[in-house]
């Protein structure tokens, strides 16, 4: 019985999600798109800035007055579906699993995942394709807007397309709150102009997929499919904690309820028709995706869930820790997990696909589970939570890294390909004014301090 109240628990938290956000697929709401220093209405809150290890909170923010009116009819249906199935359920045996809820009608059963280590069970969704429509896919040319930096402009979030052609989200001092802000270069950082960004203070990070489509992501989700020239929100029921594009999809991590209920969703690039993947099971964190491949923390850390086919079908392996991981997959079938451990954050390294991890010596002493790490490929990668070591032999040795100042704490870390990468830190206290953005060309074996003003 505990666990089938479990379930039905669960249950509740979707059907109320569902009815919040998602009762008529993804809601598109447009909002007028930020250029600069412009008077426009504003009632977001401020959030809390946040590192990229601890990204936004696990459920949806409150609603306002006017999302109420759905709130309550949600409710009383789910309460009414759970009194039923309690009723059915106390002279019965509970062998379904629940409906996963999706943004667009293609509903699909959840299967649970073994949690025994390299577990080969996989289930499918049959509507799901492993291959995007051909329009998410071809070449798209937009007019990207170019206008002046703010003065005073932090970065918070990197994201890239190319060795040159990088965007920062971030803020800067401005009279006309949100101040949200984002930048583009596309000479590698020698110069950057400023480009709309969403009216809201609810994204922390950015990604974007090419020079047309990006997405804003934190409590709230944020798109623009014409180089940020406009955006506007998509409601996916809950926050939205992780995005990962690859191969003419891009891949959403999406938190609701009050226990981290989480879900994989999937949609085209050029097009905001999301899709639950249901094989990847009660997605949690560490999202990554590469060509066809797919790689998620489930089954609230406890499980890796991977995928060779776009998130069609998914194996459940072993996680090397309970806790949170940050999956990283820079060649094919190397696998490294950064996790944190209750005390102390730690490396691992697989190189079957993630059925099988060792534990990475590390850096000595050990790092705190704050520490950020990015991998350039299977063999060289950079860890540190103040100062950064990084690694050429798949971890048995690790070497200071020059070129990075006094750093109190970062804010990101990652690589474009296997030489290109940036670093963003505090100097100082965590303040918009003290964001430093370090660039490398070399692998991550030096950084240069790289001005965005």
């Given at each position: 019985?505990?666990?089938?109240?479990?379930?039905?628990?669960?249950?509740?938290?979707?059907?109320?999600?569902?009815?919040?956000?998602?009762?008529?697929?993804?809601?598109?709401?447009?909002?007028?798109?930020?250029?600069?220093?412009?008077?426009?209405?504003?009632?977001?809150?401020?959030?809390?800035?946040?590192?990229?290890?601890?990204?936004?909170?696990?459920?949806?923010?409150?609603?306002?007055?006017?999302?109420?009116?759905?709130?309550v009819?949600?409710?009383?249906?789910?309460?009414?579906?759970?009194?039923?199935?309690?009723?059915?359920?106390?002279?019965?045996?509970?062998?379904?699993?629940?409906?996963?809820?999706?943004?667009?009608?293609?509903?699909?059963?959840?299967?649970?995942q073994?949690?025994?280590a390299?577990?080969?069970?996989?289930?499918?969704?049959?509507?799901?394709?492993?291959?995007?429509p051909?329009?998410?896919?071809?070449?798209?040319?937009?007019?990207?807007?170019?206008?002046?930096?703010?003065?005073?402009?932090?970065?918070?979030?990197?994201?890239?397309?190319?060795?040159?052609?990088?965007?920062?989200?971030?803020?800067a001092?401005?009279?006309?709150?949100?101040?949200?802000s984002?930048?583009?270069?596309?000479?590698?950082?020698?110069?950057?102009?400023?480009t709309?960004?969403?009216?809201?203070t609810?994204?922390?990070?950015?990604?974007?997929?090419?020079?047309?489509?990006g997405?804003?992501?934190?409590?709230?989700?944020?798109?623009?499919?014409?180089?940020?020239?406009?955006?506007?929100?998509?409601?996916?029921?809950?926050?939205?904690?992780?995005?990962?594009?690859?191969?003419?999809?891009?891949?959403?991590?999406?938190?609701?309820?009050?226990?981290?209920?989480?879900?994989?969703e999937?949609?085209?690039?050029?097009?905001?028709?999301?899709?639950?993947?249901?094989?990847?099971?009660?997605?949690?964190?560490?999202?990554?995706?590469?060509?066809?491949?797919?790689?998620?923390?489930?089954?609230?850390g406890?499980?890796?869930a991977?995928?060779?086919n776009?998130?069609?079908?998914?194996?459940?392996?072993?996680?090397?820790?309970?806790?949170?991981?940050?999956?990283?997959?820079?060649s094919?079938?190397?696998?490294?997990?950064?996790?944190?451990?209750?005390?102390?954050?730690?490396?691992?390294?697989?190189?079957?696909?993630?059925?099988?991890?060792?534990?990475?010596?590390?850096?000595?002493?050990?790092?705190?589970?704050?520490?950020?790490?990015?991998?350039?490929?299977?063999?060289?990668?950079?860890?540190?939570?103040?100062?950064?070591?990084?690694?050429?032999?798949?971890?048995?040795?690790?070497?200071?890294?020059?070129?990075?100042?006094?750093?109190?704490?970062?804010?990101?870390?990652?690589?474009?390909?296997?030489?290109?990468?940036?670093?963003?830190?505090?100097?100082?206290?965590?303040?918009?004014?003290?964001?430093?953005?370090?660039?490398?060309?070399?692998?991550?074996?030096?950084?240069?301090?790289?001005?965005t003003?």
């Amino acid at each position: 019985m505990p666990g089938y109240l479990d379930t039905v628990e669960r249950r509740l938290a979707e059907l109320t999600a569902q009815g919040v956000d998602r009762s008529a697929g993804p809601t598109v709401v447009r909002e007028p798109s930020r250029h600069g220093d412009r008077d426009h209405r504003h009632d977001e809150p401020a959030r809390p800035r946040r590192s990229w290890w601890s990204g936004p909170g696990g459920g949806p923010r409150r609603r306002r007055n006017r999302e109420a009116l759905v709130v309550v009819p949600a409710l009383l249906v789910a309460v009414i579906v759970v009194v039923g199935l309690l009723a059915l359920g106390l002279g019965a045996h509970h062998n379904a699993t629940p409906t996963s809820s999706s943004t667009t009608h293609q509903p699909a059963q959840h299967r649970r995942q073994s949690s025994s280590a390299s577990a080969s069970a996989t289930s499918t969704a049959p509507a799901l394709s492993a291959t995007a429509p051909a329009s998410a896919t071809a070449p798209r040319h937009v007019s990207a807007p170019a206008g002046p930096v703010p003065p005073g402009f932090g970065p918070e979030s990197f994201t890239a397309v190319s060795p040159t052609t990088w965007w920062l989200l971030g803020s800067a001092p401005c009279s006309s709150p949100p101040c949200t802000s984002i930048l583009r270069t596309d000479n590698a950082g020698h110069s950057f102009v400023g480009t709309p960004a969403p009216r809201t203070t609810a994204v922390s990070r950015l990604r974007y997929a090419n020079a047309a489509d990006g997405f804003a992501f934190g409590s709230q989700l944020w798109v623009t499919h014409d180089g940020g020239a406009t955006w506007h929100q998509v409601r996916l029921g809950g926050a939205v904690t992780e995005v990962a594009t690859a191969n003419g999809f891009a891949y959403a991590l999406v938190r609701y309820g009050h226990r981290g209920l989480g879900r994989l969703e999937r949609s085209p690039l050029g097009r905001d028709t999301w899709t639950t993947l249901p094989a990847a099971g009660s997605a949690y964190a560490g999202l990554w995706a590469h060509g066809q491949d797919v790689l998620v923390g489930s089954g609230a850390g406890k499980q890796l869930a991977v995928s060779h086919n776009a998130g069609v079908t998914f194996a459940a392996h072993g996680s090397p820790s309970s806790l949170p991981c940050d999956f990283e997959e820079p060649s094919s079938s190397v696998v490294w997990a950064h996790c944190a451990t209750g005390t102390e954050s730690a490396t691992w390294r697989s190189s079957d696909s993630g059925a099988h991890f060792h534990a990475v010596a590390g850096p000595q002493p050990g790092l705190p589970n704050s520490a950020l790490f990015a991998a350039a490929s299977g063999s060289t990668a950079v860890v540190g939570a103040t100062t950064l070591q990084r690694t050429t032999d798949a971890g048995v040795h690790f070497a200071p890294v020059a070129g990075i100042g006094a750093v109190t704490a970062w804010q990101y870390l990652g690589f474009t390909d296997a030489s290109h990468g940036v670093a963003v830190g505090y100097v100082g206290s965590p303040t918009p004014a003290n964001e430093r953005l370090y660039y490398t060309s070399d692998g991550g074996a030096t950084y240069r301090l790289v001005s965005t003003g």
